[in-house]
């Protein structure tokens, strides 16, 4: 049994630190704000596994120019922060090779084959009850040939991950949804996603399960120093706490911390809006994707949020609600019965690597040293599996573990 601190309290750090406390470590989690609102409360609330391709591939880069002119669409780009995004950005054009995005799709399906386990094992030791519904998802495509070319690629991952699909024509998907009153090519449903419940009620849950089987320190790390036979965490009143080992753990701010070690990573926040309702307008059995807008709506127990779409900007910049509501305006074309009354709009900060792949790994310099950041789009579905992983490396008794996480480990961003 080891003393652990984990820094951070999102569902990364959560699902860290519940894991490590079930197999006996005595863990201290540092959280800021634990009744805030990041990037773990605010989300869509879908366990995404369907989702093995990165945001980085051959055919996203020939969309790039036409979104990026539409300064409410599907991605933009805070141009005043170009400088300071501009090596994520080179990167991001890099990984964008068709070797880079097949080898990140290998390395996701790879996760993504123990997903549905992991949640089941993570819910199940914080005593929370059936977190998730088998709700499939739908993606709606306005032209036909998109809808082709979608199909093909998602029947191929379906097979890889033993998912049904299924092609539905406009009248079909309206038969099946008839708040989907607008026009649209067709749709495809995928059994592979499911719903949470409710994203921040499942956060909230596992805050409290950490509270009660851990400590909770309600401070920032300002500072990871190691010394001597430990590791010490500086909390924001200036206390050094000494820990066997740490876990890094804090989202987009988990790069901040790893200057101070000097290691370099490439952790930028893609933003995204959305506007929850707690007495939706209309109801869904199931998320909507709408493809060629980049946003979701998801059914949540007693609301529904809208929302999505990526800002590339710095993560203290202010926020630009318009997006929220241009996502609304677009909803309409599809759903009429979507009103803009009783919508609680929010920004949040996806922690996003330019290849797509979350950083799952001990610190080269220092392996009593474990991170945890960077899942981009994919933070809750991969949480589980994170929280798995990282108590592997940490407890150090499954070298096929080790070498298994190579795609993830901190050590593709150091120079030499
Ligand atoms: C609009 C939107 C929709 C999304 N939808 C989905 C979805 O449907 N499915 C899915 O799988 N993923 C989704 N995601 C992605 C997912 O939400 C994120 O990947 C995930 O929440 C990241 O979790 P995290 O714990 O790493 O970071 P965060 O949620 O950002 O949590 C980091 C925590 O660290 C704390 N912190 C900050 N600084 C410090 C410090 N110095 N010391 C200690 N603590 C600190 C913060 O207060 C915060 O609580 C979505 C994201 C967005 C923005």
Same mark, same amino acid.
């Given at each position: 049994m080891a003393s652990i601190g984990v820094a951070g309290g999102g569902i990364i750090g959560c699902a860290v630190a519940a894991t490590l406390a079930e197999r006996g470590h005595a863990v201290t989690l540092f959280e800021p704000d634990l009744a805030g609102l990041p990037a773990s409360a605010g989300n869509a609330g879908i366990l995404a596994v369907p989702e093995v391709d990165p945001i980085a591939r051959p055919d996203m880069l020939t969309q790039v120019p036409r979104w990026l002119?539409? +300064?409410? /669409? +599907?991605l933009t780009l805070r141009w005043r922060d170009l400088p300071a995004l501009s090596p994520w950005l080179a990167a991001f054009l890099r990984s964008a090779s068709p070797a880079r995005a097949a080898s990140t799709r290998t390395a996701l399906i790879s996760l993504m084959r123990r997903i549905e386990g992991d949640h089941r094992a993570l819910s199940g030791l914080a005593g929370i009850v059936d977190p998730l519904r088998a709700t499939g998802a739908l993606t709606l495509y306005d032209r036909e040939a998109s809808l082709d070319t979608a199909f093909r690629h998602e029947s191929r991952t379906a097979e890889e991950l033993n998912f049904s699909i299924e092609r539905l024509s406009a009248a079909e998907v309206r038969a099946r949804i +008839?708040?989907?009153?607008g026009a649209f090519a067709g749709g495809i449903v995928s059994s592979g996603y499911q719903t949470f419940r409710h994203p921040t009620t499942y956060l909230r849950a596992l805050q409290a399960h950490v509270g009660r089987e851990a400590s909770i320190i309600e401070q920032a790390v300002t500072a990871v120093r190691p010394e001597g036979r430990g590791v010490a965490l500086t909390g924001s009143d200036g206390t050094a706490h000494r820990f066997d080992k740490v876990v890094i753990a804090a989202g987009v701010w988990s790069r901040g911390l790893l200057r101070g070690l000097g290691l370099d990573v490439l952790l930028e926040t893609e933003r995204g809006y959305n506007t929850t309702y707690e007495t939706p307008p209309f109801t869904l059995p199931m998320p909507i994707f709408f493809a060629d807008h980049g946003f979701v709506a998801s059914p949540f127990e007693g609301a529904l949020r809208i929302g999505g779409a990526v800002e590339l900007a710095r993560p203290e910049a202010p926020a630009n609600f318009a997006r929220a509501r241009a996502m609304r305006t677009k909803m309409r074309r599809y759903v009429?019965?979507?009103?803009?009354?009783g919508g609680i709009e929010w920004m949040g900060r996806r922690p996003s690597t330019p290849d797509s792949l979350p950083v799952i790994s001990l610190s080269p310099t220092d392996p009593r040293i474990a991170m945890a950041f960077?899942? /981009?789009?994919?933070g809750l579905t991969l949480s589980a599996t994170t929280g798995r992983l990282i108590a592997d490396l940490i407890d150090g008794n499954d070298p096929d573990t080790a070498r298994g996480l190579a795609p993830f480990s901190i050590r593709r961003f150091q120079r030499g």
């Open positions: 002119i539409d +300064p409410l /669409g +599907p +008839p708040a989907l009153d009429s019965a979507l009103t803009d009354e960077g899942h /981009g789009h994919l």
